[in-house]
């Protein structure tokens, strides 16, 4: 069996905006790395990322640079430089055998969070992200990757998509929210009718995506428990009480790196308030229902994909859900608090079918992404 790992990451470095990549008119905004006495940090428009504390913290893996890579928190992770950074391929194909990965996609790191609130910058340094790992991932037929784009700025979101598709992406990373829009808002539409026009799997990924939800956090531990998974949900609501799977019924959306342990009460809750709502919502004045079918019935249309954690206890009840074609296997290597070895905890859970445990390592994923 190919084993398929459908998320994984780089951590950025200074090449990822070098001059090969980054468009000239935003080089005087080129992230920057940092350091204070105790830590290391990207510098974009004067902000510092990661935030450990204070309003809007997160965190995020810390880029390396000359003289100060003794300030990364590398020493956390089994990977080598060369690996997180994606510096020497080999390097991460060789991480990869020690867990039995054949197939890698990879994900970015410092993306995960919100790096301006300005589109058009935002949009530069996709584009630089995007030009940087299709050309250092060209050719390898076991390291495939994601776009990502700043849907803050629809119009430069689809040109994305497009530059993705044609360097070698296999599918689009967003967050939950474009900031407080939804991702059925119509000026969003650009880029939906993209990813459908160029078949490219839409992954909706754990993100601090959400300003006003991030400022109400101002310690690390919170702040990976709402702000960071929440965007996830929202989007789920979004993507299947909008009707835009109908609106585009070729499209593939997952949701990543959030378990799959809400699933049971969200699609509950969603199916309950869609007939409320069939039932009360015109005379109340409320808006009309924008999908034609109930939510549930999306969820299980085999176009919806979860990718839960391998130590979930409610795996069995969320594949009696879903199904077990629609489930996706990750390792988030190299980030600092995966489960190493997460194939092989997978293979040994009794209440798992084989069958269940053979899709979820690796024939939804090869669906997901049309490898």
């Given at each position: 069996m190919v084993v398929v790992d459908a998320d994984a990451h780089v951590e950025e470095w200074a090449a990822t905006f070098s001059d090969k990549y980054l468009d000239p008119a935003f080089r005087a905004r080129r992230p920057e790395v940092v350091a204070t006495e105790q830590r290391v940090h990207w510098l974009i428009d004067?902000?510092?990322?990661?935030?450990?504390?204070?309003?809007?913290?997160?965190?995020?893996?810390?880029?390396?640079?000359?003289?100060l890579d003794?300030?990364?928190?590398?020493s956390l992770k089994a990977e080598s430089v060369e690996s997180l950074e994606l510096r020497d391929p080999a390097a991460r194909l060789a991480d990869m055998d020690r867990e039995g990965l054949d197939v890698q996609v990879i994900y970015p790191t410092l993306f995960?969070?919100?790096?301006?609130?300005?589109p058009a910058l935002a949009t530069a340094l996709c584009a630089s992200y995007n030009r940087w790992l299709g050309d250092v991932l060209a050719g390898q037929e076991r390291l495939k990757w994601v776009g990502v784009v700043a849907l803050d700025d629809p119009a430069g979101a689809a040109r994305e998509v497009?530059?993705?598709?044609?360097?070698?992406a296999v599918g689009i990373m967003i967050p939950g929210t474009a900031n407080t829009r939804m991702l059925?808002?119509?000026?969003?539409?650009?880029?939906w009718e993209e990813c459908a026009a160029q078949d490219l799997a839409v992954?909706?990924?754990?993100?601090?995506s959400c300003a006003?939800?991030?400022?109400?956090?101002?310690?690390?531990?919170?702040?990976?428990?709402?702000?960071?998974v929440f965007p996830v949900l929202m989007g789920f609501i979004t993507v299947l009480g909008s009707g835009l799977l109908d609106r585009f019924p070729t499209l593939r959306v997952g949701f990543f790196e959030a378990s799959c342990q809400w699933l049971h009460f969200l699609i509950d809750r969603m199916d309950h308030r869609y007939a409320f709502v069939q039932r009360v919502g015109g005379g109340a004045g409320a808006a009309a229902l924008e999908a034609p079918r109930p939510p549930g019935e999306y969820l299980r249309s085999?176009?919806?994909?979860?990718?839960?954690?391998?130590?979930?206890?409610?795996?069995?009840?969320?594949?009696?859900?879903?199904?077990?074609?629609?489930?996706?296997?990750?390792?988030?290597?190299p980030h600092a608090d995966r489960e190493p070895f997460a194939t092989r905890e997978l293979e040994a859970r009794a209440d798992v079918p084989a069958s269940a445990k053979r899709k979820i390592l690796g024939d939804n994923p090869r669906r997901f992404y049309g490898l």
């Open positions: 004067s902000q510092l990322f990661p935030r450990f504390t204070g309003p809007g913290a997160h965190s995020l893996g810390t880029p390396t640079g000359a003289g003794r300030f990364t928190y590398s995960l969070a919100r790096l301006s609130e300005d497009r530059q993705a598709k044609a360097l070698g059925n808002h119509p000026a969003l539409l650009p880029f992954a909706i990924h754990v993100a601090w006003p939800l991030n400022q109400m956090f101002d310690q690390l531990y919170y702040a990976t428990l709402i702000p960071f085999g176009r919806v994909y979860v990718s839960g954690e391998v130590e979930d206890a409610l795996l069995p009840q969320a594949l009696e859900l879903l199904g077990e074609d629609q489930f996706l296997f990750a390792s988030d290597m």
